[in-house]
């Protein structure tokens, strides 16, 4: 991808500095939660040692000084609130703020935003641009902790894609998904989410899914990451009109596509898969509907709830 001296978005948070320990994630796709790349890792309860060490912490930050409430915000169970850490339409960071991954970062994002502003207003709609937080380790927003193990995701409580900067070196070693490319795909289907949600699917999509089982659930669910697959193909489609695409780049995005399909990640961590508990879809489902977008670049090519996937 062609991205040097390219415009580069106002709209990332580097929080690398701020990052560190916390208390343990919020259920990253869970009430209000966010909607993210999955990386093949399985979440284990904390039980009756999670809580004495929670009820430890509550006592040693009351004993410091430190109000453990403000980790909890009004978003709902199991999620912190940012604490006013953010702040607004700015690049914000210490020694990193030039460094070339947050520039690559900053370019992919104001690429989605032309595409996505265009694609909008020509539907007489006004698209609002997201926050990109890059962070480290660990990090509170709006759906709770962000973390590392959770693989890159997007917050619908504050409109917010949070990025870990290890991500993508874990994406080419680990997932064997090389390629600037690649790293772009993981980013455009995050803003996908952020599509979904100005246009109501996400709401509605938390909304159906707590009225269903979780076999139910998880099938909705990956006709949602399904569709911000496509979304991401209409953007790979737009981004390549403007002759920034290089030989191979296309092929990157579907290898990724493949790598993180769920058949591929269970059989890799498992050694067999569980089609009940997929939800974002197998290997041949997310190339498919990224190069569905990417071959018509329209929206309603994208429709996943409607078609057979």
Not at 20 to 42: E, S, T, W
Not at 285 to 305: E, I, V
């Amino acid at each position: 991808m062609l991205w040097k001296g390219r415009r580069q978005s106002d709209n990332i948070e580097d929080r690398r500095s701020d990052s560190g320990g916390g208390f343990g994630g919020g259920d990253p796709f869970g009430q209000g939660g966010g909607f993210r790349i999955p990386i093949g890792r399985a979440a284990g309860g904390g039980g009756i040692k999670g809580i004495i060490i929670l009820v430890i912490l509550f006592f040693v930050l009351r004993f410091l000084g430190i109000d453990p409430m403000q980790f909890l915000g009004d978003n709902g169970p199991g999620q912190v609130s940012n604490g006013g850490l953010t702040q607004q339409g700015s690049v914000q960071g210490g020694p990193q703020a030039n460094d070339e991954m947050k520039q690559f970062v900053a370019t992919v994002l104001a690429e989605t935003e032309d595409t996505w502003t265009g694609i909008f207003q020509s539907q007489g709609m006004t698209y609002k641009d997201p926050k990109l937080v890059l962070f480290s380790g660990s990090f509170p927003g709006g759906c709770g902790m962000a973390q590392k193990a959770m693989g890159p995701f997007y917050c619908p409580n504050d409109q917010k894609v949070y990025l870990d900067t290890d991500f993508f070196r874990q994406l080419a070693q680990q997932f064997h998904a090389s390629g600037d490319f690649a790293q772009a795909y993981v980013i455009a289907h995050e803003i996908g989410h952020h599509v979904q949600n100005l246009t109501g699917i996400l709401g509605r999509f938390n909304e159906k899914r707590q009225q269903v089982d979780e076999v139910t659930a998880n099938k909705l669910s990956v006709r949602v990451e399904l569709q911000a697959d496509c979304f991401a193909g209409i953007w790979a489609h737009f981004t390549e009109q403007k002759g920034i695409l290089e030989k191979g780049d296309v092929d990157e995005a579907l290898n990724a596509a493949s790598q993180i399909g769920d058949d591929t990640l269970q059989k890799e961590t498992q050694g067999y898969v569980v089609p009940d508990s997929f939800n974002h879809g197998t290997s041949a489902q997310r190339r498919r509907w990224f190069q569905t977008g990417y071959q018509s670049g329209k929206l309603s090519a994208c429709d996943t709830f409607n078609n057979p996937i």
